[in-house]
């Protein structure tokens, strides 16, 4: 069976961190993509950073966070973490990862962790 659990999540104020992890298993997570996802209230999904299979050599960020969050992957435990600082109120969604072999197509999901920013 495959699954994505993300865990971590929480309530925070303003500048303080947080550190998401998301635990794969029931399919071959180093030939996969991964990415953080994140949907607030009455909002539309929107991408937060991805990182690339098995080497990790390529990482992207969404302009929202970039320099902030920092995205990155264990192979060999099957994990992929989203180090968030600086933290904002308009960084509360719940967030969600993902994994594919593009970064178009994401083929398994995980059910989501609440992070809720306080000002």
């Known amino acids: 069976e495959v699954q994505l659990v993300e865990s971590g999540g929480g309530l925070v104020q303003a500048g303080g961190s947080l550190r998401l992890s998301c635990a794969a298993s029931?399919?071959?997570?180093?030939?996969?993509?991964v990415g953080w996802f994140r949907q607030a209230p009455g909002q539309e999904r929107e991408g937060v950073s991805c990182?690339?299979?098995?080497?990790?050599?390529?990482?992207y960020y969404a302009d929202s966070v970039r320099g902030r969050f920092t995205i990155s992957r264990d192979n060999a435990k099957n994990m992929v973490y989203l180090q968030m600082n600086s933290l904002k109120p308009e960084d509360t969604a719940v967030y969600y990862c993902?994994?594919?072999?593009?970064?178009?197509?994401?083929?398994?999901w995980g059910q989501g962790t609440q992070v809720t920013v306080s000002s």
């Open positions: 990182i690339s299979e098995a080497d990790d050599s390529s990482k």
């Open positions: 993902a994994a594919g072999f593009t970064y178009v197509d994401w083929d398994y």
């Open positions: 029931g399919f071959s997570f180093d030939d996969y993509a």
